[in-house]
Nanobody
């Protein structure tokens, strides 16, 4: 059974930082692309960042480029999202998501919730 457990969310003032972690189990972590996906109140899903199974290919949504950094530690089966210079627009539930198939990057956000964590709330407010 795929398990993804996010942590590190909370409330922070604009300009502040948070680091999200996602501990994975139940599959061969080092064989899968991983994503961070967010959903703001009343808005759709946005894939914030992706990281290749070997950590050597990263990408970011334009909305977070230069402020967020994704990383992974395959020895710990954990993926991270360092978020700096946070804005009110970053307020959302953040989900850790596994790719659908090993070695392959999904074209869009995987729809099967079997590959999603439960989410962690990030609130940016003064």
């Amino acid at each position: 059974v795929v398990r993804l457990e996010e942590s590190g969310g909370g409330m922070v003032q604009p300009g502040g930082s948070l680091r999200l972690s996602c501990a994975a189990s139940g599959f061969s972590f080092s064989a899968y692309w991983m994503y961070w996906v967010r959903q703001a109140p009343g808005k759709g899903l946005e894939r914030v960042s992706s990281i290749k199974f070997d950590g050597l290919n990263l990408d970011y949504a334009d909305s977070v480029k230069g402020r967020f950094t994704i990383s992974r530690d395959n020895s710990k089966s954990t993926v991270y999202l360092q978020m700096n210079s946070l804005k009110s627009d970053d307020t959302a539930v953040y989900y850790c998501v596994r790719a659908t198939s090993p070695w392959l990057r999904d074209y869009d956000v995987p729809l099967s919730r079997a590959y999603w964590g439960q989410g962690t709330q990030v609130t940016v407010s003064s």
